[in-house]
């Protein structure tokens, strides 16, 4: 499975980006997929996970009510729509696809990694 990570760029405070995962390869739209991040000097954490059927989201505390995760099965694609943007959003920003079909929050459920977008939140 490899998995493509994009849509990352420059945003103002308050302002929106929308990522985008493109899976490809031996696919399954029965695995749970999930983005986290990683600012510079921290380490990468949860932030958004979402079950195989596209149900069950899971949100970061930081994120709730502000990003929104979705899926498309049909088209193998994950989406992270991200509103009301912080500059502590500012990380590089990774999909991933869980080894189970639930919406796990946790990094060591997940089997296959993106490469990452940057996402850099400023005025």
């Known amino acids: 499975v490899q998995l493509q990570a994009s849509g990352g760029g420059l945003a103002q405070p308050g302002g929106s980006l929308r990522l985008s995962c493109v899976a490809s390869?031996?696919?399954?739209?029965?695995?749970?997929m999930g983005w986290f991040r990683q600012a510079p000097g921290k380490e990468r954490e949860f932030v958004a996970a979402?079950?195989?059927?596209?149900?069950?989201?899971s949100y970061a505390d930081s994120v709730k009510g502000r990003f929104t995760i979705s899926r498309d099965n049909a088209k193998n694609v994950m989406y992270l729509q991200m509103n009301s943007l912080k500059v502590e959003d500012t990380a590089v920003y990774y999909c991933?696809?869980?080894?189970?079909?639930?919406?796990?929050?946790?990094?060591?459920?997940?089997?296959?990694w993106g490469q990452g977008t940057q996402v850099t939140v400023s005025s």
């Open positions: 991933a696809s869980a080894r189970g079909a639930w919406a796990s929050t946790t990094r060591n459920d997940y089997a296959y």
């Open positions: 390869g031996r696919t399954s739209s029965n695995n749970g």
């Open positions: 979402i079950n195989w059927r596209g149900g069950s989201p």
